[in-house]
């Protein structure tokens, strides 16, 4: 269920049938990730700077699949940016890149998730102008 502020359709109008789907989800500025059962990521909401991750900067009020080639185990989002991690540990990030929060080394914006180093991590969170991850040990 959802309810609040729904300018930027953050909220979702497409109502979906079953038990049961969801996993977990993340929600940050205008936009929300969510996780289903089957280790699918979905985004929609606001997507100015890319933070929905569907190659483009349209805003969507129904769910968009993201990384469908991977098997997603975590999500999280940061204000206007968002990361997952799939089930060999590595670490994906899209959005507002202008603080580098992304973690990509540049401050590009990304419509698209881009897979940040070689290593594995275990989680990540992220604010208004930074992120931080906690990286596996090797």
């Known amino acids: 269920w959802a309810w609040g502020d729904n300018t930027y359709g953050q909220l979702g109008t497409t109502p979906y049938s079953g038990t049961n789907l969801w996993s977990t989800g993340a929600l940050g500025l205008n936009?929300?990730?969510?996780?289903?059962?089957?280790?699918?990521?979905?985004?929609?909401?606001?997507n100015t700077s890319g933070q929905l991750g569907d190659g483009t900067t349209v805003t969507k009020s129904s769910p968009v699949q993201i990384l469908s080639d991977k098997n997603i185990s975590k999500v999280f989002r940061g204000d206007t940016a968002a990361f997952a991690i799939d089930s060999a540990s590595r670490l994906w990030a899209w959005g507002n890149k202008a603080t580098y929060q992304l973690g990509t080394g540049d401050s590009i914006n990304r419509s698209s998730p881009t897979q940040v180093g070689t290593g594995k991590f275990d989680s990540v969170d992220g604010a208004f102008i930074n992120s931080y991850g906690i990286r596996?040990?090797?």
């Open 136 to 138: 596996k040990p090797n």
């Open 31 to 46: 936009a929300i990730s969510m996780l289903r059962k089957d280790n699918t990521i979905w985004t929609w909401g606001l």
